[in-house]
Nanobody, 122 residues
């Protein structure tokens, strides 16, 4: 699976952004999808994930209630709607695809996109 993330940018605190990740190469609906982020000098961390069948979603406590993950299997796309953004959300955001294992751990994911920068100014 090839993944292409987009939608990052510079936004003021309290603003919103929507990230998109388009998949190609294999059956998109066969993969659970996740978003991770990595801030400068920090380890990559889990943000959100969604099951293959669009039934279950998972969020890090730090984004719960502000971010929403969704997917459109007909468009081979997963989204991350980010509202009420905070400066601490500043990071490179990565989308990833997995077939098995926990959604929370990056080493469980099989394919990764190139990342998109999100910068939140105070």
């Amino acid at each position: 699976v090839q993944l292409q993330a987009s939608g990052g940018g510079l936004v003021q605190a309290g603003g919103s952004l929507r990230l998109s990740c388009v998949a190609s190469g294999r059956t998109f609906s066969g993969y659970a999808m996740g978003w991770f982020r990595q801030a400068p000098g920090k380890e990559r961390e889990f943000v959100a994930a969604i099951s293959r069948n669009n039934i279950s979603t998972y969020y890090a406590d730090s984004v719960k209630g502000r971010f929403t993950i969704s997917r459109d299997n007909a468009k081979n796309t997963v989204y991350l709607q980010m509202n009420s953004l905070k400066p601490e959300d500043t990071a490179v955001y990565y989308c990833a695809a997995k077939q098995y294992g926990s959604v929370y751990y990056d080493h469980e994911y099989d394919f990764w996109g190139q990342g998109t920068q999100v910068t939140v100014s105070s």
